[in-house]
Each structure stands twice: as structure tokens, then as C-alpha cells.
């Protein structure tokens, strides 16, 4: 197998900086589009069938060093019985959002065997399709995220519900979080066992918080994932957006990766972090741009990196849907072609 993904993941050496990219399949992919005319987001979530083709057609055109199974970080939440859709353009709407403590109280733990078993289905298809050629990276949405969307009920920018709930009930928040934490640990073991050779852990807004109330409502629950999966020995990656002043409280939760996004330079994320493998960090906004600034910014953080062991590259966040296909084309020559005597 060509493994850098995952010697990288565990600061070994590699011949060549391994990449990979969020929303790697997704709407930026023509053949995606051509899907989603035929199926909604969520059945082809559903559908074993359709999330091993969507899963492997970033993987048809690009030299990719890993696979994302393509799902979404909402779909475990009904089995906890939080009723949702995914609206075009806008993102997670959930129908029954959680206000309260009785609302808490009354939200189920995944048993992925039981609420989700065409994930683990995918999972295993997609192990033997695969044929041992990149990994297959298993995810799962952080329980401050997945709380984000439960109680605002949609997409939000300054996450007040969410917060009011955090410092007006903290009863309430603590079992939802405690309800969350064991349901993303039951789902990422499930899908582990299924065929999962790595994870990642998507705390996609957790940056909206101070690094106190991180360490206090946050830190907890997403260290109890990171404590459930560490015996199974697969690298694990702990991401989020806007974590500059997070960075050692996400570390301390665990990973064996922390992936940045585009703010925080990679040598000082080292520098500050020390031994640990790191993700990232390319401006998801640069692949919009002409392909020599895609370059030029691309060999920065290659050399930002400086041949350190344990760089997979990535972008900061997802590729966003506009990105021309060439760039991605481009972007994987140049993390390629970096020269193997550089890194150390
Ligand atoms: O990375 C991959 O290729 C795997 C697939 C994947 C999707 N969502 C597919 C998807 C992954 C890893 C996710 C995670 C996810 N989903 C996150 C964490 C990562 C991040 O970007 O921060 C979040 C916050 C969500 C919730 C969500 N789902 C949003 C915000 C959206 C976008 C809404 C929109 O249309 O702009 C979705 C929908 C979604 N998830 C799409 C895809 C390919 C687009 C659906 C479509 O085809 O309309």
C-alpha cells in the first residue's frame, strides 16, 4: 500500500509529503454534480453503493495519498434522534433543536450498528475497492460542532444559542456533550472495526470560543473520543478553524495530528506544539486564484515545513465548489515533486 499518509501521521519517515483534501469529493468534481442531478446529498449518504463512487472519484483524477469516505458529520445524529436535513447552499437544518435539559435528556447514544450499519457497509467496500492502494480515512463531527448544529437548528455565525445554552444551563450542556461524546466514540470505533485505517475528528468551529471555556465545556469531550480510540492504534486527527489560541488545549485532547487552518504558520504551530504530526494548511481561497500563486503559496508551506517529519498536506478547510479542477491538478504535482533529500 502507499502508505505516507499514515507513516506521516506517526512523525515516520516518508519519500514524499503525503496529501490529501477536505471535501476531496464534493461539488468542485463535475461527476459529483452529475450525481447530485440523480440523488439527494443525504440518500447518497445512505446508499453504500453511491458513497464508495462519490468516495473514489477525487481518487480517479487526482494522485491522492488517502480516501475520505464521503458522508457528512450530521448522519449518526437521527439515530440519537435529531431530525435533519441538508439544504443546498446553506448546510444542516435540524427540525427538533435542543433548548433545554428535558430536550437533552430525551437524545438517544448511537448504537452505529443499529441507526447507521450503511456507513460500516460503505466502509467495507470501499476496503476492498480500494485494494490496498491509499488508506481510508473514517470521520466524525466533534461534539461541540455537532452541538452547534443541534441547538442553533442551522448554520450560524456567532453561535449565541449555542453559548446561552453553555453558560445558562450548564446541566444541559453537559449531558448533551456527555450524550455526544459517547455517540462519536461508539460511531468512530464502528467504523474502525468496519475498515477505517485513520480518522479525523472535524471541530470545524470550536474557534469560536475563548480558551478557558474550551478547557471547561469543550476539552472533556473531546478528549473521552480521542481516550476511546487510542488502544485501537489508528493515527488520529484533531481539526478545527480558527483554533490559533487552541492549538496546545487540542493537543492535550489528543491526536496524533492537529490540522490547522490556514492562520496559524506551520512552523510556529511546531515550534509551539513540539513533536506531533500536523495537517494543512493552504487557503482553500488560494485554489481560486491563477496556478502561480497556487504554486508559489503551496511551496511556502512546504518550506515552512522544512522536511520535519510528520506533514500531510491539506488545505485549511474544505476545497470550496468553484475551485477549477487544474489547480488541484497542480497542487498535487507540486506536494509531490518536493524533493524526498529535503526531508529530514
Ligand atoms: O471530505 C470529504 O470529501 C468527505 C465528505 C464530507 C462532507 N461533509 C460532504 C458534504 C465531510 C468530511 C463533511 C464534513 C462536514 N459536514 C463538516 C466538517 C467539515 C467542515 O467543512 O468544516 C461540516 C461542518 C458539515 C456540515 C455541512 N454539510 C455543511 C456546512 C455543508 C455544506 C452546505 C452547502 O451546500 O454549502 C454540508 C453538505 C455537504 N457535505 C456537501 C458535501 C459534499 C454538499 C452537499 C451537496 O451536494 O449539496
Known sequence: MRDRFLRAGRRAPVDR????????AGRYLPEYRALREKYDMLAMCR????????TLQPLRRFDLDAAILFSDIMIPLRGMGVDFEIKHSVGPI???????????ENLRVVEPERDVPFVMQAIRLLRRELDGKVPLIGFAGAPFTLASYIVEGKPSRDLLRTKSLMYGDSAAWH???DKLAASVSAYLLAQIRAGAQAVQLFDSWVGALSP???RAYVLPYSKKIFDALSATGVPRI?????????????????????GLD?????????????????????????????????EQQTRAI???????????????????PNTPIENVERLVEIVHSFVVETLR
Do not use: C
Not at 509529503?17 to 476531496?24: C, F
Not at 512552523?267 to 494543512?280: S, T
Open 212 to 214: 478557558r471555556d474550551y
Open 17 to 24: 509529503t503525503p496529501i490529501w483534501l477536505m471535501r476531496q
Open 302 to 320: 512546504l518550506s515552512q515545513a522544512d522536511g520535519r517529519r510528520g506533514h500531510i498536506f491539506n488545505l485549511g478547510h474544505g476545497i470550496l
Open 175 to 177: 449531558t448533551l456533550m
Open 238 to 258: 484533531h481539526f478545527g478553524t480558527g483554533t490559533a489560541t487552541l492549538l496546545e488545549l487540542m493537543q492535550e485532547a489528543g491526536g496524533e495530528v492537529i
Open 47 to 54: 446508499a453504500p453503493e453511491l458513497a464508495v463512487e462519490v
Open 262 to 294: 490556514w492562520r496559524v504558520p506551520l512552523d510556529q504551530a511546531w515550534d509551539r506544539l513540539g513533536d506531533i504530526a500536523l495537517q494543512g494548511n493552504l487557503d482553500p481561497a488560494v485554489m481560486l486564484a491563477a496556478p502561480e500563486i497556487v
Open 94 to 104: 435540524v427540525a427538533n433543536p435542543v433548548r433545554d435539559r428535558r430536550d437533552a
